[in-house]
Structure formats: structure tokens, C-alpha cells
């Protein structure tokens, strides 16, 4: 896992988890990772009807802060998966 500075104090996957489920209704998100790079897979009914690339901003928005800066604690998702809770993924 690569090294990735930041001031940011606490659990960047506890933040990153909270702020997707605190700004996509009903989602559930499971995030992994360190160092400035995670792997996301975010469930939620608000992604019917909309393509990956739709569901994808949401995700991207609702973490936008945690992306933002030189310091920012997370420097890249290297995995992103959005899904409807009754799509097989």
C-alpha cells in the first residue's frame, strides 16, 4: 500500500462510508483501502433508472471533500461499483 500524506485526523474509510450514506438515500456503502487509495461499492435505490456513469457523480459528489486539496485523504478510488439492492453484482 502506497504512502499518501495527509492532517486528516480518524478513520478515512469511517468518513468516506458516512458521507456517501449520509448524502444518497437508503444506500449501504462498504469501503476498503488505505494510504490514499480505496475501493468503494455503494448499494442504494436511488441509482434505478440511472446508468453507472449517473451513479457514479452521486458517489463522487457525496465525497468530494475528502478529494479535495494536497492534503486531502483520499488521493484516488481505484474501484467504484453502484447497484440497485435487487441487481446481482
Known amino acids: 500500500m502506497s504512502s499518501h500524506p495527509t492532517d486528516f485526523q480518524g478513520s478515512v474509510i469511517d468518513a468516506l462510508r458516512e458521507a456517501i450514506e449520509r448524502q444518497i438515500p437508503d444506500s449501504r456503502a462498504e469501503v476498503n483501502g488505505g494510504g490514499g487509495h480505496f475501493n468503494i461499492e455503494v448499494t442504494s ?8 456513469l449517473e451513479s457514479q457523480r452521486m458517489v463522487y ?6 478529494m479535495k486539496g494536497d492534503g486531502a485523504p483520499v488521493h484516488a478510488v481505484d474501484s467504484l461499483k453502484t447497484g440497485t439492492p435487487t441487481e446481482q453484482r
Open 45 to 52: 435505490p436511488a441509482f434505478a433508472g440511472k446508468n453507472m
Open 61 to 66: 459528489g457525496a465525497i468530494a471533500d475528502l
